[in-house]
């Protein structure tokens, strides 16, 4: 199942899920901390920027925003005080890559949701960095059963095995 940090919650506490991955977990939640992911800047590849090392929200500011439709990511850019003038609001990552190399806009979005091939965009780390952590969330570890407790060891040793070079920087 795929759904949304609220939506994640709700099938956390209703028992429709008895472990899930998320990155803004309710605080009655217990959690298990996989790894961070970092907030990238995505352009196109014939951008003037593009070969830039890290770029500040203000060099991007005047250019047409596309906003991921994921709450987490708009609570993230707000909490450190990004408040990008949204011109599009796409949930499609696909989509979105597409807007960007076509020159429709720009966008932030998270690393790990960046495919492991991306023709025509280039993404560049935010500066100053902006992060999210990936945890596995579950209703309480005591009483979870054993195949979910499996599924935990599992996650935690394939993200320890993980390659996280940066697809196009």
């Avoid at 807007?99 to 993404?123: C, D, F, H, R, S």
Wanted: charged content about 20%; glycine content about 2%; some cysteine.
């Amino acid at each position: 199942m795929e759904g949304d940090s609220d939506e994640i919650s709700n099938w956390l506490h209703s028992s429709v899920v008895d472990i899930a991955f998320t990155v803004m977990p309710d605080k009655e939640m217990q959690t298990l901390p996989l790894l961070q992911d970092e907030m990238m800047v995505i352009l196109p590849d014939t951008h003037p920027l593009k070969d830039s090392q890290t770029l500040r929200f203000s060099e991007i500011a005047e250019r047409c925003f596309i906003m991921p439709k994921d709450g987490c990511i708009r609570k993230m850019l707000q909490e450190n005080h990004i408040t990008p003038t949204v011109t599009f609001e796409v949930r499609e990552v696909y989509t979105i890559l597409t807007m960007v190399q076509e020159y429709i806009g720009v966008t932030i979005m998270p690393e790990l949701y960046m495919p492991p091939v991306i023709p025509k965009v280039v993404a560049i780390p935010l500066s100053p960095p902006i992060t999210r952590e990936v945890v596995l969330a579950v209703r309480n570890w005591q009483s979870i059963s054993p195949l979910t407790a499996e599924f935990a060891v599992h996650s935690q040793q394939y993200v320890k095995g993980m390659d996280f070079t940066p697809t196009s920087k």
